[in-house]
């Protein structure tokens, strides 16, 4: 296996990330208007809102589990809102977070893998349609790769350095992480293995202090919990031990895997679409690409495994590094059941699942020797560009899908823009509206008033093609339908 490229960066390889973080924006913050936007989206605003106009929180969103998120997400998701008070301008944010990402990314890897690995792992993070996907929407976890990068590059740090100060970043990364979702407490594995592995090397005074430093964001949340006998901690626990049961033992471990390998290409995307997709030209050379990618998972996986085993150098442990990261996440999930184990619980896995991709690439180009070398890795370069484009392509087709259908009948939903017109319409006549979504967007609040009889009903008709009855005036918004009380 080869070693990272001692050469220096030329300016031909940043003008290529410059360009990849070009494409990143671009992808990110096209169209806004036909991004997802449901209840938690609503919720996170809504509360957004309310801190600038000075209300403390304590605890953000709920969990899936049932636990109170820490409230890291609603100040982050309140900063952008101070400067565009706009759904959109938030959602924004979470992009502008990606494409920081996909910077770390390379500037994390270029000196540890080479330039093929490095460059191959930043394009994919910039292109890939689930990474491309989650950096539209206003979730807590699609703020996890910019803190997931860091917090690789301190590991990476404790692996290389003696006794070094930056171990202070480790503890408060990883709290970063855990705060934005309950997912990341899987990167506890990777934490514990590398300080056990170096602990003879880590300066351990600056790891407490980092300790101290992580529980001042946390504080409110574990003052809450204190008040209230830890039911959050408590909920935790319980999804821990396999809450909700499992038929069978390793079933979650088994989708955990198949989702990071949908995370890394094109696959499973009727999840976001229902059964109705895009189809054409650029949906079938996105779903070659994926394949490529998978491939090149698989064989940057092997690869680096048998270098965990076999190498006691430095070398070595980088790339166990990147092994154990993505065990932990899969492991965490070996007592739940398989329906349980969404999409977006794995996207903590970026943007180690793309650089071990991109690793595997590299490595195989290492198996050709003497000067046919230089030309495999030409050909190398120009294949992730190919995989590149036909991402960017597929995941085009689908934004033009979206704007066709107004939607999706899958996991997207209705896209904002015909929400926002739908409650702008309600807005006008003082009306309120039976859907949550469109409640906040017409009148800021997510439920109407008790008793209230002026009420438009909707319908989606993406979800339920059946039109509504109606004795008023109706009128339809994209695929929402909506009847207007005479």
């Known amino acids: 296996m080869p070693p990272a490229s001692d050469e220096r960066t030329s300016p031909f390889e940043l003008a290529c990330l410059g360009v990849l973080l070009l494409v990143a924006g671009w992808l990110r913050f096209r169209h806004l208007g036909l991004m997802e936007f449901k209840s938690d989206e609503a919720l996170a605003v809504r509360i957004g809102r309310d801190i600038l ?20 997400f609603v100040y982050l998701t309140a900063l952008p809102l101070a400067f565009w008070n706009d759904p959109r301008g938030a959602t924004a944010f979470v992009g502008l977070m990606g494409v920081v990402a996909v910077a770390l990314t390379y500037f994390v890897l270029r000196p540890r893998f080479g330039w093929l690995a490095a460059l191959s792992a930043a394009a994919l993070l910039a292109t890939a349609p689930w990474a491309v996907l989650y950096g539209r929407k206003l979730w807590a976890q699609d ?11 301190s590991l990476f740090v404790l ?4 006794r070094s100060r930056w ?20 990167l506890v594995v990777p934490v514990v293995v590398v ?13 407490l202090l980092g300790v101290a430093v992580s529980l001042v964001p946390l504080a409110p949340w574990l003052a809450h ?4 006998h830890f039911r959050d901690v408590t909920a935790l626990a319980k999804e821990g031990r396999g809450h909700g049961g499992s038929s069978t033992f390793g079933e979650g471990a088994v989708e955990a895997v198949r989702q ?3 995370l890394v290409s094109t696959t499973g995307w009727s999840f976001v679409t229902g059964a109705t997709h895009e189809g054409g030209a650029w949906w079938t050379l996105g779903r070659s690409a994926g394949f490529a990618v998978v491939a090149a998972f698989v064989v940057g996986l092997v690869t680096c495994t048998l270098a965990a085993a076999r190498r006691r150098d430095l070398a070595g442990a980088r790339r166990a590094l990147l092994v154990v990261w993505l065990l932990g996440i899969w492991l965490s999930y070996v007592t739940s059941a398989r ?3 969404q999409p977006h619980y794995l996207i903590a896995s970026y943007p180690v699942s793309l650089a071990v991709a991109g690793i595997g690439l590299s490595d195989a180009v290492g198996l050709v020797r003497g000067p046919r070398r230089a030309a495999a890795r030409t050909a190398a370069a120009v294949a992730v560009a190919l995989v590149a484009v036909a991402f960017v392509g597929f995941t085009l087709s689908f934004q033009r899908f979206v704007a066709h259908h107004g939607g999706t009948a899958g996991d997207y939903g209705v896209a904002y823009e015909h929400s926002a017109a739908l409650a702008a319409a309600a807005k006008r006549r003082g009306l309120n509206v039976d859907d949550q979504t469109l409640e906040f967007l017409a009148t800021g609040s997510l439920d109407s008033p008790a008793g209230t009889a002026r009420i438009v009903r909707t319908r989606d008709l993406l979800s339920t093609p059946r039109h509504l009855r109606c004795r008023g005036t109706l009128r339809t918004f994209g695929p929402l339908e909506a009847c207007f009380p005479p």
């Open 53 to 72: 106009h000075g209300d403390v929180r304590t605890t953000g969103l709920t969990s899936s589990a049932g636990a109170a998120n820490p409230p890291l």
């Open 143 to 153: 703020l996890l790769p910019v803190v997931t990068v860091s917090l690789l590059w």
């Open 159 to 162: 692996l290389e350095r003696v």
């Open 167 to 186: 171990v202070l970043l480790v503890p408060l990364l990883f709290s970063l992480c855990l705060e934005l979702n309950f997912s990341a407490l899987a």
């Open 195 to 207: 300080l056990l592995y170096r602990r003879r090397q880590v300066h351990w005074p600056a790891f």
């Open 225 to 228: 919990n204190a008040r209230h």
């Open 260 to 262: 990071t390998v949908h």
């Open 339 to 341: 329906d349980r184990v």
